[in-house]
């Protein structure tokens, strides 16, 4: 089991203690190993890793490289890799290879780092458990009867059980963030239009993101700077100079200032988790940081509205996979129309199915205005609510999701608890705003996560008091298995 | 049409734009490739691939709302139409639907009584096009092309502005003209370039309530838009008439029967769950680069023929319809600017001779065997009466099928018109002596016995004496009475 930092295994490598080569055996072998137990991966590639460990090393034995050379990492299957299967944990593309790849894993490739493979998620990245898969459920590395979370179970679960340093995962409306919390690892949801969508598998276009997934703050900002950056083929991606998120890290914590929302610690919320978070926030406190109530008091209209926009994206971005061109269609199609029928019914799954037809629903004539328009309404209301409190504090805190890792199976038939999954993590994205979630206890063994959310563009600063804390701290470096 | 009756016409006009890569890809656009080589992942719809916005065809939008006198607006938004069709590979078409990137022009055409009207353009908005299905040939299976996939188009939308079948053919060809001439279509309608749909409803006359119209689809010619509202009129009028209901629907134009027949009725129409496309961000222009842009229009057709009538002297309906088309216009001016060209003599020539001979082999001006620099030399030899108008013409023919200038079949052929007094003198007493007839009856104030006689004379020289001399020499032998 790996359980050094990227940062640790760059030393190993620069001082060729170890081989990118080595590493990059004992990560197959390792994935390998718990494959069977987990299910964390969808396709495995050993090949090519060991390809690009080996060049990893020609560089490293230059003397070059950044300091993601030769590390290895998974990526999330909806990230589209040339030559190399991209399902999106659906039988819809079970059988596709992109002939391109994403910008996103394109440049961590440019940095040096060698994909092992790529890893089970949510059909479509649709769910919050990676039960919604083709390739079966994902399980929790804490606790193999346990959901991983999701819908980037995979790469949370494959970063938690040690299989490798760094994982990608996209984040729709927590789905970096819930699995990392559930998964006991660090988790970043970009500010939305920081990393470049180009390549990865639309779900929500207006609220998807991807970023990065891996065992501390300090990782994470190494990722991050390697992932993020405009790119003219994603117009929504934001024009900044390139930034280094790791160099602040560090840096004294005393005097900033963190939100406290009052409506992420009503009367009903789980007090264990309550106890855990405010445990958390005292070392914060202890450390320098000013505390602050505020409110967002359209807190509980996210979750409504994430439900209409992100299905009616969803479903008008969906409608490519027809049967056509690629993916899967269905046998001996009648007519066009029983060809279409046919190919969606049998290639989706049925939260898929579920999502189109609610997002296909409220979109339609008599409909748009009383769902997509309203939601729109309530999505600008969240969004300036959040900008008028991050003007009297730096960040936000609260716990990232309401509980700890749920059974296997639990809430598979209950869609409407599952969605409620998300209701600290949803608003987050309705504004576009960056949040992490890290470690921040356990309950009954099982990890706890606490979100920080911040200022547009300002990843830094929670990067920052992200590391801060797990200096303080030594929550990130539990593993499981390890001494609890 | 019956004159209880009032048609009642709006058009939307789809003009392809003239862009090298597509409206959201970098893959070219050019027309008659294999199928499918053009289109690549964005156009094939791929999935994880992403829109860009080609600034080439918001550019030329632009052009056309100002030609049109239109509102540009600041801010335009790009939105999804989803319907499910093999020919479109996302599943939805990206077009502008709330907020287009023109709204409110004008064009105006003239009526057959002279006067002009303004037709309303209501809007006129970027999208890109489908690709096309095929089912020709393709033993039991339908093919798709995806090379159009993606194109850009213009969709120019009138206002219900026209009154019969002659003023939408009017409306179209006046559209037509500008975007061509403003370079942002090759206008080719045979490929699909340029296309419309027709609305057209009957109310009775004097009614201001308009009537339950018809869209009939996809009309790739103008003799096809004015046959097929002329069928939709008359059909609509026998219902009307019967005292039956029209039924508001989509129609298609079948050419081979001329005739319209139903498509989809309103209740079957598509709901296209139009909303803003998330993946690309509004389009905010700046009042300076529309300036910038205002700046480098070319002439439009209505300012040139204004000055084509100062500039060479020209009647109004010459320069009409040399500026019905740049490239006539274009080919007109090139003309007339070579030396000893009489541009009157040369507008003639291009709108009779030239435009004939087009017509009579099914040529474009761009493909006429006669450039300008030829026709010129042909021109300036009527100008300076090498030969007569007549000769001019077998000149021409002669240059239409060979590569020889003016000058060389004239020389070659020995078609100058003769001059030579003397030479003029004999055959003018020849024709006399053997007409005497005639001369009594001129002499007994017959006078259009005149024309006969110099007829004659221009036969006996083979078409090449020189007529005002012939009729002077003719002049003076009859009144002399010698």
Known sequence: ?484 | MNPRWEAVIGLEIHVQLATRSKLFSGAATAFGAAPNTQACAVDLALPGVLPVLNEAAVRMAIMFGLAIDGEIAPRSVFARKSYFYPDLPKGYQISQFELPIVARGTISIPLPDGGTRSVRVTRAHLEEDAGKSMHDGMSGCSGIDLNRAGTPLIEVVSEPDMRSALEAVAYMRHVHALVRYLGISDGNMQEGSFRCDANVSLRPLGEERLGTRTETKNLNSFRFVELAIEYEIARQQELLERGEKIRQETRLYDSDLNETRPLRSKEEAFDYRYFPDPDLLPVEIQPQWIEDIRRQLPELPHARCERLQHQYSLPKSDAALLTADRALADFFEETAGFPGVDARIAANWIIGELGGALNRFQLELGNSPVGPERLAGLLRRIADHTISGRIAKQVFETMWSGNAGADEIIAAQGLQQVTDAGLIEKLVLEVLAANTDQVEKYRAGKEKVLAFLVGQVMKLSDGKANPRQVSQVLLARLRGRS
């Open chain 1, 1 to 484: 089991m790996l359980t050094d930092s990227i940062a640790e295994l760059s030393r190993l490598l620069r001082r060729r203690a170890l081989s990118s080569e080595e590493l990059a055996r004992r990560c197959l072998a390792e994935a390998e190993r718990q494959q069977p137990a987990l299910n964390c991966f969808i396709t495995l590639t050993p090949e090519s890793a060991l390809r690009q460990a080996r060049a990893a090393d020609q560089v490293l034995a230059r003397g070059e490289g950044t300091p993601l050379t030769g590390i290895p990492v998974a990526h999330k299957d909806i990230f589209c890799t040339a030559g190399v299967r991209t399902s999106c944990g659906s039988r819809m593309l079970d059988g596709f290879i992109a002939p391109y790849t994403a910008t996103a894993v394109a440049r961590l490739h440019t940095a040096g780092m060698v994909m092992i493979g790529k890893t089970n998620m949510d059909e479509f990245a649709m769910g919050s458990s990676t039960e919604h898969s083709w390739y079966g459920p994902c399980r929790n590395p804490w606790d193999m009867q346990r959901v991983p979370g999701g819908s980037s179970g995979g790469s949370a679960c494959a970063v938690a059980a040690g299989i490798v340093p760094a994982a990608t995962g996209t984040d729709t409306g927590g789905s970096i963030r819930q699995p990392a919390a559930l998964c006991g690892i660090t988790g970043l949801k970009p500010t939305y239009g920081l990393v470049s969508r180009y390549g990865m598998v639309a779900f929500a276009s207006s609220l998807d993101q991807g970023g990065p997934l891996a065992r501390s703050a300090e990782d994470v900002a190494h990722l991050l700077t390697a992932m993020s950056g405009f790119d003219p083929l994603d117009s929504t991606s934001v024009d900044q100079p390139a930034r280094d998120y790791a160099v602040n890290l560090g840096t004294d914590i005393a005097g900033v200032r963190i939100g406290l929302p009052e409506q992420y610690f009503q009367q009903d919320l789980d007090p264990e988790i309550r106890g855990v978070i405010e445990s958390a926030l005292h070392e914060l406190e202890q450390a320098g940081a000013i505390l602050k109530p505020v409110s967002l008091p359209s807190s509980h209209l996210s979750i409504p509205a994430y439900y209409v926009v992100a299905p009616a994206e969803a479903s008008s971005n969906l409608s490519r996979f027809d049967g056509v061109r690629y993916g899967y269609r269905c046998r001996d199609p009648r007519d066009l129309t029983d060809l279409y029928c046919r190919s969606r019914a049998e290639g989706f799954g049925e939260e898929v199915r579920r999502r189109i037809m609610i997002g296909t629903y409220v979109l339609s004539a008599g409909y748009y205005d009383a769902y997509y328009l309203r939601a729109q309404k309530v999505r600008r209301l969240i969004r300036d609510e959040f900008r008028s409190v991050l003007r009297e504090v730096d960040l936000i805190c609260g716990p990232t999701v309401p509980g700890t890792a749920f059974a296997i199976g639990e809430r598979a038939h209950d869609p409407v608890s599952m969605y409620l999954c998300d209701i600290f993590t949803v608003s987050v994205n309705l504004a576009g705003l960056p949040a992490l979630s890290i470690p921040a206890g356990f309950i009954n063994g099982l990890p706890v996560g606490m979100q920080l959310i911040g200022n547009y563009f300002h990843e830094e600063r929670l990067l920052q008091v992200a590391h801060a804390y797990q200096e303080m701290t030594g929550w990130h470096r539990r593993t499981p298995g390890g001494p609890a």
